[in-house]
């Protein structure tokens, strides 16, 4: 395990806290010692009553590169009794960040792939810089989204969700503003002033109306699962990883080769 945090927070005068995904190295990608950080992150910040305003960034170079594929072949001969409880901590991670109380604000850079787009839809506001890529890119290495697939649908809508989910296009910030991934495009460097105005309007309203407003959109927005849904989101996430796709897409990731599905 490493030495240096993965998830860094902070908290200012007017509290607003800043959780920093801290993987640089690894674009910040997560594996399981940042996914636990994470929880235990949103955990801290739902419980401080000085926190106002949640917003999350990426350090380093990019804002998430989704998981760990290094990890996730290191978890290839892995039983389902190892899997299934990974897939279920990638799935509470995300979702109990969009269910944080208090708003949250997604700055995004450079990459925001894969479990990365999940963390940026988790969140209440996503602001990125004109030099930020998405892809939602499981489906290329042979996996499956469905741990960030709720968030995603309730951002972008079944359809668009489906063609991004199946195609694994990248595409970058003027168009993911004009599905509506994102709320806010603006120079690159930018981000701090771009959201500045955004921060500040949420200090303006009370705790707890936007606590109570945000409970009624996730509700309402088909966001609160029930035990049957997080089992149906978890098991074939699990399941997937122990696929010959699976096996087949990580190894043309490491190895660099385009996998043997693909005939061009």
């Not at 030495?3 to 959780?19: E, Q």
């Not at 990890?71 to 901590?89: D, G, H, K």
């Not at 500045?196 to 705790?207: E, K, N, W, Y």
């Not at 927005?221 to 035990?227: A, E, T």
Request: aromatic residues 6%; hydrophobic residues 40%.
């Amino acid at each position: 395990m490493s030495t240096v945090p993965t998830i860094l927070t902070n908290v200012d005068a007017r509290g607003v806290a800043t959780l920093t995904l801290n993987r640089p190295e690894r674009n910040n990608a997560y594996n399981e010692e940042m996914l636990r950080a994470l929880r235990a992150a949103v955990h801290e910040l739902q419980i401080d009553a000085s926190v106002r305003v949640v917003v999350v960034r990426g350090s380093g170079k990019h804002f998430q590169a989704g998981a760990d594929l290094t990890w996730v072949e290191s978890l290839r001969s892995a039983s389902w009794r190892t899997l299934e409880p990974i897939s279920r901590l990638t799935l509470l991670a995300f979702h109990e960040l969009c269910h944080l109380s208090k708003p949250t604000v997604a700055l995004v850079h450079g990459g925001c792939f894969g479990g990365g787009t999940g963390i940026a839809t988790a969140c209440d506001v996503v602001v990125a810089s004109r030099d930020a890529m998405f892809g939602i890119t499981e489906a290329r290495w042979g996996l499956v989204v469905t741990p960030v697939m709720p968030q995603l649908i309730a951002r972008l809508g079944a359809g668009r969700a489906r063609r991004y989910a199946m195609t694994c296009e990248r595409f970058g910030a003027e168009r993911a503003y004009e599905i509506g991934f994102i709320d806010e495009v603006c120079d690159e460097g930018q981000l701090d002033d771009a959201s500045g105005s955004i921060v500040d309007a949420l200090l303006h309203c009370p705790p707890e109306a936007l606590a109570q407003t945000k409970a009624v959109a996730l509700e309402y927005g088909g966001l609160d699962l029930s035990r049957s849904q997080v089992d149906g989101l978890v098991q074939p996430h699990a399941l997937k990883r122990m696929s010959a796709e699976a096996e087949e897409g990580l190894a043309s990731f490491l190895e660099r080769r385009p996998p043997r599905w693909y005939i061009p």
